[in-house]
């Protein structure tokens, strides 16, 4: 569980870097919209890093006994950062419209994430 807080804290790095890369270097060359849809996947990004260090660290502690659940959970946090995230960055960065298929599946990988988190907390 104590990689769930490194990974997390690494992708929340990576988050800062990719939002000041996105507004010093992409923001004359993108458009607005492409901008708009590029620092929504930064944003997503570091919420659910952090969403990433929580799980790992209920697991660390008050939900010790729920450590499968949280680590499935940890699991589709990071699948939902590099589908969500990921393939918005790619969209506007890339222009290819089709990317946006993608996201909607690291959507779901966060719900579920999510809502295993709160079946770890119910039973615990």
Known sequence: M????V???LLAFLSVAFGAFGAHILKSHL??????????G???QMYHSLGLILFGLL???????????LSWAGGLMILGIVLFSGSLYALSISGIRLLGIITP???????????????AA???
Do not use: N, P
């Open 2 to 5: 104590k990689g769930f807080i």
């Open 7 to 9: 990974t997390g804290a």
């Open 31 to 40: 458009s607005a919209q492409a901008l708009s849809v590029y620092e929504t």
């Open 42 to 44: 930064v944003q997503y």
């Open 59 to 69: 697991a660390l502690t008050v939900l010790h006994g729920s450590a499968s659940l």
């Open 105 to 119: 599946f690291g959507g779901v990988a966060f719900l579920a994430a999510w809502a295993l988190v709160a079946i």
């Open 122 to 124: 119910i039973k615990a």
